[in-house]
C-alpha cells in the first residue's frame, strides 16, 4: 500500500514526531583546500589502488578524472569530506576539503596502500608473475571506515552488480549531502547511519533493495558505534563482529575488510563467479568451488586476497556458457 502514495520528499514519521531525512542539503562553499604530499617508496597506481572503492560508473561518492586524479567523498569520525587525491613525478598531492579534511589527509599514505607489503607476496604461477610484472603499481587500499564498505557490500549481496550499483547511486544521492569543497557535479557523500535507519520502506523497494538487504543495513546502522570499532581490531576478528549482524555473512564481511583494513589474506568466499574464474586461471577449472578454490590459493596463504586480485587483473577468466542473471526490478511491482 505505501508505493501507492507519494511520500514528503525531505521528512519521514517517527516514533514520537517528524525528523528530516536527506535532501535539500545545500553544497558547502569551496574553502581553501588543505593540503598533503606524500612519497610513496615504490611504483603506485592510483587506478588500481582506489578503484575498489568505485561501486560502479555513477558511484557519487567517486570520480576518476580524464588527467589521472580521483576524487573520493567520504563520511569520516570527524564529519563529511572529499579528498582529490593525484600523482606526478613520483610524488603524491592530496587536497581535501570539508571538517573531515584533515582526517583524509592523515591517513592518506595508508589509503594510498602503505601499510601494504607487495613483497610480501613470493608468485608460485606464471600468470601471478606475469601479472605482478605488467602491473606494479598495484597495492592494497586501507580506507579505515567500516561502514562505507559495509553498506555497498549488503547491496551487492546476490543481486546483479547492476542491481547494486544503482541502488546505492539512488539511495545515496537522495539522502547523502553534497560533496564539500570544489567536486565534480553531483558528487555527494554516503548518509550517516541516523539517516539510514530513517528512509522509509517504499524508497528501498523503489531503489530495487528487498526487504532482507535493507533490514540488514538498518540492523547495521544501529550498531554503527561498534562496528566503527573493528577497524582498530586484526581482520579476522573484524570480520567475526561484523558477522555477528544477522544477514552479515563471510562473503560481506570479507568484501569489506579487503577495504577497510587492507587485508591481504582475507579471501572472498560465497561469490558466485571467483571460485570458478580462480580454478580457470590456476588449475583449468571452470567448475571449481571455494573448497577447490581455497585448496589452490593455499600456497599463498597470507596473500590470498592479493593472488586472486591478480588473477582478476590478468584477463584469464573462463567462456561464459550461460546467459547472464536475469536482472529485475522490485521497484516497479
Request: aromatic share 6%; proline share 9%.
Given at each position: 500500500?505505501a508505493g501507492r502514495?507519494?511520500?514528503r520528499?525531505?521528512?519521514?514519521?517517527?516514533?514520537?514526531?517528524?525528523?528530516?531525512?536527506?535532501?535539500?542539503?545545500?553544497?558547502?562553499a569551496?574553502?581553501?583546500?588543505?593540503v598533503?604530499?606524500?612519497?610513496?617508496d615504490?611504483?603506485?597506481d592510483?587506478?588500481l589502488?582506489?578503484?575498489p572503492?568505485?561501486?560502479g560508473?555513477?558511484?557519487?561518492?567517486?570520480?576518476?578524472m580524464?588527467?589521472?586524479?580521483?576524487?573520493?567523498?567520504?563520511?569520516?569520525?570527524?564529519g563529511p569530506?572529499?579528498?582529490?587525491?593525484s600523482?606526478?613525478?613520483?610524488?603524491?598531492?592530496?587536497e581535501?576539503?570539508?571538517p573531515g579534511?584533515q582526517?583524509?589527509?592523515?591517513?592518506?599514505p595508508e589509503?594510498?596502500?602503505?601499510?601494504d607489503?607487495p613483497?610480501?607476496?613470493?608468485?608460485?604461477?606464471?600468470?601471478?608473475?606475469?601479472?605482478r610484472?605488467?602491473?606494479?603499481?598495484?597495492?592494497?587500499?586501507r580506507?579505515?571506515?567500516?561502514?562505507e564498505s559495509?553498506?555497498?557490500?549488503?547491496?551487492?549481496?546476490k543481486?546483479?552488480t547492476?542491481?547494486a550499483?544503482?541502488?546505492?547511486?539512488?539511495?545515496?544521492?537522495?539522502?547523502g549531502?553534497p560533496?564539500?569543497?570544489?567536486?565534480?557535479?553531483r558528487m555527494?557523500?554516503?548518509?550517516?547511519?541516523r539517516?539510514?535507519?530513517l528512509i522509509?520502506?517504499?524508497?528501498?523497494?523503489?531503489?530495487g533493495?528487498?526487504?532482507?538487504?535493507?533490514?540488514?543495513?538498518?540492523r547495521?546502522?544501529?550498531?554503527?558505534?561498534?562496528?566503527?570499532?573493528?577497524?582498530?581490531?586484526?581482520?579476522a576478528?573484524?570480520?567475526?563482529?561484523?558477522?555477528?549482524?544477522p544477514?552479515?555473512?563471510?562473503?560481506?564481511?570479507?568484501?569489506?575488510v579487503?577495504?577497510?583494513?587492507?587485508?591481504?589474506?582475507?579471501?572472498?568466499?560465497?561469490?558466485?563467479?571467483?571460485?570458478g574464474i580462480?580454478?580457470w586461471?590456476?588449475?583449468?577449472?571452470?567448475?571449481?568451488?571455494?573448497?577447490?578454490?581455497?585448496?589452490l590459493?593455499?600456497p599463498?596463504?597470507g596473500?590470498?586476497?592479493r593472488?586472486a586480485?591478480?588473477?582478476?587483473?590478468?584477463?584469464?577468466v573462463?567462456?561464459?556458457?550461460?546467459?547472464?542473471?536475469?536482472?529485475?526490478?522490485i521497484?516497479?511491482?
Open positions: 500500500m502514495f507519494a511520500p520528499p525531505t521528512r519521514t514519521t517517527v516514533r514520537g514526531g517528524h525528523a528530516a531525512v536527506g535532501g535539500g542539503v545545500p553544497r558547502q569551496a574553502g581553501p583546500a588543505r598533503r604530499e606524500w612519497v610513496p615504490g611504483p603506485l592510483l587506478g589502488v582506489l578503484g572503492l568505485r561501486r560508473p555513477g558511484d557519487p561518492t567517486f570520480r576518476a580524464p588527467d589521472g586524479s580521483v576524487w573520493r567523498a567520504a563520511l569520516t569520525p570527524a569530506g572529499t579528498l582529490r587525491v600523482a606526478a613525478g613520483g610524488r603524491v598531492r592530496g581535501a576539503w570539508g579534511a582526517w583524509l589527509l592523515q591517513r592518506l589509503l594510498l596502500g602503505a601499510a607489503d613483497s610480501a607476496f613470493v608468485p608460485r604461477h606464471r600468470l601471478l608473475a606475469m601479472t610484472h605488467r602491473r606494479p603499481g598495484l597495492r592494497l587500499t580506507t579505515g571506515l567500516v561502514l559495509l553498506i555497498p557490500s549488503i547491496l551487492e549481496q543481486v546483479t547492476d542491481e550499483y544503482r541502488a546505492w547511486r539512488l539511495l545515496v544521492r537522495a539522502y549531502e560533496a564539500p569543497g570544489p567536486a565534480p557535479g555527494c557523500v554516503m548518509p550517516a547511519p539517516t539510514w535507519a522509509p520502506s517504499w524508497e528501498w523497494h523503489r531503489a533493495v528487498d526487504d532482507k538487504r535493507a533490514s540488514t543495513i538498518l547495521a546502522v544501529r550498531v554503527a558505534a561498534r562496528l566503527a570499532e573493528a577497524v582498530r581490531m586484526e581482520p576478528a573484524a570480520r567475526a563482529r561484523l558477522e555477528l549482524v544477514g552479515v555473512g563471510p562473503w560481506t564481511s570479507a568484501e569489506t579487503q577495504r577497510s583494513h587492507g587485508a591481504a589474506d582475507e579471501v572472498t568466499t560465497g561469490d558466485l563467479h571467483l571460485p580462480v580454478g586461471a590456476l588449475a583449468g577449472d571452470r567448475d571449481a568451488d571455494d573448497s577447490v578454490m581455497l585448496e590459493l593455499e599463498y596463504a596473500q590470498r586476497h593472488a586480485r591478480l588473477i582478476l587483473l590478468s584477463g584469464r573462463p567462456a561464459r556458457r550461460v546467459p547472464k542473471m536475469p536482472r529485475w526490478d521497484g516497479q511491482l
